[in-house]
């Protein structure tokens, strides 16, 4: 029977991201804060950083100390802190230390709650709902969508005894704790291939190993730049799930406002043309929300945390998502297109009545000269 691996040293990061507004302007939200701990995330520091750059670097805000309580009744205290992204998302983060001699078989029931905890959530919201209120001068457009985006991170600097990674790679547990499936059966062999094709390393001590809503890292330097990827990543999801939303609301408001439309028109004045320009302007707003989402981070080179950030992506399955928005933007666009052609028509049509209405009456008032 294989040895446990236990932790040493290491906590748990656990993420909870809200959608907040159209934009948040992180200097006046650092004006606001005032003597509020603060700051702005830079650069990243690991060895390979220098292949991503923040375009625009968020703002972190130290919260202080809590205890919450699970569902189940589990109590932690830990530090909360949260993280303000430009393009509206805010990100609480709740910090629990493992304590040490811990094993991963013993953590993986409270994974199995903490993944999607509700309870959690509804702290978090608490916190965001507070801060923002704080902040509302700074918010621009602020939303109050209901959707969360949930993430954990098992971070650990320190295994015992200092297993290679493979060992950590081939336990069977850690497959069945990203996916906090805490029960005693075995996960099959194909699923522990899917959890380990996303799995990373640079140096011989290190690695990085990313599920959909969990990964576990181990970094001896205690670099949190994995983790800062890791929730820019799930920042990057939750905005495109917004913005999907709101291009199905659009596109209902759109169908909706068009047969209102229909109705309003008169002979002189096109239905359609308050219409065409409202769909104008919102398809411009979002497009330009959508791509300050798209270049948070720019990928300069092909190292390993660009690797790590690529993985990400793949594994939250973005590209589906930024197809579905960029699928509902075309249809937005292509509305534009067809009301801005019923416009067109419409004032052609009325150019060619005065026309005609001008021939006739130069042709009246040469008859009546005669």
Not at 46 to 70: C, H, M, N, Y
Not at 270 to 280: D, G, M, N, Q, T
Not at 316 to 321: D, G, K, Q, V, Y
Request: charged share 30%.
């Amino acid at each position: 029977m294989t040895a446990p691996l236990i932790i040493e040293d290491g906590c748990i990061l656990a993420y909870r991201l809200f959608d907040v507004g159209d934009e948040i302007h992180l200097d006046a939200a650092e004006k606001v804060l005032g003597d509020a701990p603060a700051r702005r995330r830079a650069k990243l520091m690991r060895e390979g950083a220098a292949s991503l750059q923040f375009v625009v670097p968020p703002l972190d805000v130290a919260i202080g100390p809590r205890k919450e309580t699970l569902g189940s009744g589990r109590a932690f205290e830990g530090e909360v802190t949260a993280r303000l992204f430009d393009y509206g998302a805010a990100s609480i983060v709740f910090e629990w230390p493992i304590p040490r001699g811990t094993s991963l078989d013993e953590l993986l029931p409270l994974c199995d709650e903490l993944y999607e905890s509700t309870a959690l959530e509804a702290a978090a919201r608490r916190e965001v709902v507070a801060l923002m209120q704080k902040l509302r001068t700074a918010i621009e457009g602020p939303h109050e969508w209901s959707g969360v985006e949930t993430y954990t991170v098992i971070f650990v600097r320190a295994f015992a005894d200092h297993p290679p990674t493979s060992r950590i790679t081939d336990s069977p547990v850690v497959a069945k704790l990203l996916l906090g499936e805490p029960g005693p059966k075995s996960l099959s062999e194909d699923a522990r291939r899917d959890i380990l094709k996303h799995a990373h390393s640079y140096f011989e001590d290190d690695l990085a190993i990313i599920d959909y809503s969990s990964a576990l890292v181990l970094e001896p330097s205690g670099a949190r730049d994995i983790p800062d990827i890791l929730e820019l990543a799930t920042s990057q999801l939750l905005e495109l799930r917004y913005y999907d939303d709101q291009l199905d609301r659009e596109l209902g408001r759109i169908y909706d406002e068009f047969g209102i439309a229909r109705r309003r028109g008169t002979l002189f004045r096109s239905p359609y043309e308050k219409l065409a320009r409202l769909v104008l302007r919102r398809f411009v707003e979002l497009t330009e929300f959508t791509e300050r989402v798209d270049n948070a981070l720019k990928v300069v080179g092909d190292f390993y945390l660009a690797r790590v950030y690529q993985s990400a992506l793949a594994r939250f399955r973005i590209a589906t998502w930024q197809a579905s928005v960029d699928g509902k933007q075309s249809l937005v666009a292509q509305a534009y297109g067809l009301l801005k052609g019923e416009v067109d028509i419409r004032r052609s049509t009325i150019l060619e009545i005065v026309v005609i209405v001008l021939i006739l009456l130069e042709l009246v008032t040469a008859l009546r000269g005669k």
